[in-house]
């Protein structure tokens, strides 16, 4: 039997990274352990650079569990791209703190192997296994700066969540496999096109648990109550990683197995998915309201962009996927950018995350002011940003497909988180007494990171015809 | 044709009963004579010393995990002894990646001191 191991490639190289990386810490001195996070930017770069080089492949591996088609690249890249951003953002956060550099970077490198076999994951086993080498890297990595009580309560409560939601996930799947002898993506949805609207029981609660394990992973709705605290426990830039990252692998699995595989039976889930897009949406705002830091802040305007994008997986078919995948990475950007400037305020041991703190940083440093403006006006959806192109697409798509009444509460949404994205820029610009935001020359890295994120959030805005036409290809090319 | 689950619940059902039939049994017609030594927990035959709720120190919790990763790759080289000759070159390769990752793994536990006791 012939095997083919080129669509591995990406995956094995962040693998070999981070085994690098993992390898090295415990051989280099402590003061040049700073080189760690160069080796691990350039293995990323690597698997980018490879995955750029696959696009159009449509090879899959090991008798199809793993399918590198255009939909997995595009996730890749998004994943090399967030992790990149990530470590960039987190030199300077690591050396104020103690944590330990070795294992930080070779565990945000091991997670991004599994969001990687996520996206391309044509079998549900697969898909479960790189959930968890995902989930069980994010676990550790909350709970990484081991001072801080915060953290240790992150950690062990995304922990147990986490394991609950893949007990779900991990039933559903028997339950599928019980009916329809297969856990290859492919064969399932050949089964329940078969067997047009009479599906035994078996299936359909099998959708429906995997259903409620992946709606665990975006925080939607009724399972949302553990992400303002795990958010605001992590250390900062992966928060930003789990926001963005983690987010768009859980998404991933919905636009493949959900809006593709499962959509003969959409009927079955469609209507429930219609009600967690609107409650997600609304509960998420209206609670983002309410806070005084904005780290907790950025936590909940997480759920209603999860809201935003579950939109797309209700609208479905080629409108609503594409558009799920170009906001995903219209929504990397502008959030790894809100929390790198987050992370621009941090001094010392002391996390600076509160409206009070933001005051008067727009006049004290005019960058990181203009950079914050430009990611909250996209977050809230004003053009010409990326987030408005985004959001633009989805309530298309919305439309197109029927569902006005979710582009109309959207839009609604959109104007409600308004009042507390604007809140940060009034405070960094009308008011006095914030505290003092890292210069340049203490934290060059992390400029240069806001700078791609601020490129990034501009160029999607202004230039989206490029990266919409490849989103739509990406989504077209599933099997 | 009856559901072929039919019989299974119907297993269900009579287990159900003699189970129930049985306790309520011992509980009506059995003899009870409690005594302080009938109440004390079974450790073996030895009069049990000390409370059984004392505190472990954590480094055991280190050793039941390496011991855990340790013995799946053993539990995985078995099948692969077994099909050696129809997986050929490539099984061997693939073992080898599969046991140099899991080496690193032994020399990031042994650098970072997680085989010494004290």
Redesign the interface.
Same mark, same amino acid.
């Given at each position: 039997m012939e095997t083919n191991l080129t669509p591995l490639l990406p995956a094995a190289e962040v693998t070999l990274t981070a085994l690098t990386v993992l390898l090295l810490d415990l051989f280099l001195r402590e003061e040049e352990k700073g080189f760690l996070a160069w080796i691990s930017v350039t293995g990323l770069a690597l698997a980018a650079g490879m995955a750029f080089f696959l696009w159009g492949s449509q090879e899959g591996a090991f008798r199809n569990t793993l399918l590198l088609d255009d939909f997995a690249l595009f996730f890749t890249e998004i994943f090399l791209g967030t992790a990149l951003l990530t470590i960039l953002s987190s030199i300077h956060y690591l050396r104020e703190t103690n944590i330990r550099s070795g294992e930080y970077y070779a565990l945000i490198l091991f997670s991004t192997t599994g969001m990687i076999l996520m996206a391309a994951a044509n079998d549900l086993i697969l898909f479960f296994l790189g959930l968890e080498t995902m989930s069980v890297g994010v676990y550790i990595l909350t709970g990484m700066w081991r001072e801080r009580v915060e953290a240790s309560e992150a950690a062990m409560k995304y922990f147990l969540i986490g394991a609950f939601a893949t007990g779900f996930l991990l039933y559903g799947i028997a339950l599928i496999f019980g009916a329809t002898g297969s856990t290859n993506l492919t064969r399932i949805s050949f089964f329940l096109s078969l067997s047009f609207h009479q599906w035994p029981l078996l299936v359909i609660a099998g959708v429906y648990l995997v259903f409620i394990g992946l709606a665990f992973k975006i925080g939607a709705f009724p399972f949302h109550f553990w992400v303002p605290d795990v958010y605001e426990g992590a250390p900062t830039p992966i928060t930003g990683f789990m926001s963005v990252a983690v987010k768009a692998a859980a998404f991933a699995g919905w636009a493949r197995i959900f809006v593709h595989q499962f959509s003969v039976v959409e009927h079955e889930w469609g209507v429930p998915l219609h009600a967690l897009a609107i409650l997600t949406m609304t509960v998420g705002n209206l609670l983002a309201i309410a806070q005084s830091s904005v780290k907790r802040m950025l936590a909940y305007s997480s759920i209603a962009h999860a809201g935003y994008l579950l939109i797309g997986v209700v609208a479905g078919k080629e409108p609503g996927g594409s558009a799920l995948l170009f906001y995903l990475l219209a929504y990397a950007p502008m959030t790894l950018g809100a929390f790198a400037v987050l992370l621009a305020l941090k001094d010392g041991e002391k996390d600076n995350e509160s409206y009070d703190d933001f005051a008067g940083v727009g006049l004290k440093r005019p960058f990181l002011g203009m950079a914050m403006s430009i990611f909250m006006l996209s977050l809230a959806g004003f053009p010409p940003l990326s987030g408005f192109t985004g959001k633009f697409y989805l309530f298309r798509s919305a439309i197109v497909s029927g569902y006005t009444d979710l582009a109309i509460i959207g839009a609604l949404n959109s104007l409600l988180s308004v009042i507390y994205y604007l809140r940060v820029i009034v405070k960094m610009y009308m008011e006095q007494g914030g505290v003092e935001a890292q210069p340049f020359a203490k934290a060059p890295c992390l400029y240069v990171a806001i700078v791609i994120a601020v490129l990034g959030t501009v160029g999607l805005g202004l230039l989206p015809a490029r990266a919409l036409s490849l989103s739509g290809v990406s989504y077209l090319s599933l099997r | 044709m009856a559901d072929p689950y039919l019989a299974v619940a119907i297993l269900f059902f009579f287990a159900g009963i003699v189970v129930l039939a049985l306790l309520l049994i011992a509980e009506k017609v059995g003899p009870k004579k409690p005594s302080p030594v009938k109440g004390e927990p079974f450790e073996s035959g030895n009069s049990p010393k000390g409370d059984a709720r004392i505190r472990f120190p954590v480094k055991f919790y280190l050793i039941a995990m390496l011991f855990l990763i340790f013995d799946i790759e053993v539990v995985f080289l078995y099948p692969w002894a077994i099909l050696f000759r129809r997986l050929g070159i490539?099984g061997l390769v693939e073992m080898g990646i599969f046991l140099l /990752?899991l080496v /690193?793994g032994f /020399?990031?536990a042994w650098?970072?001191g997680a085989l010494e006791w004290e």
């Open positions: - | 490539l /990752i /690193i /020399i990031y650098r970072k």
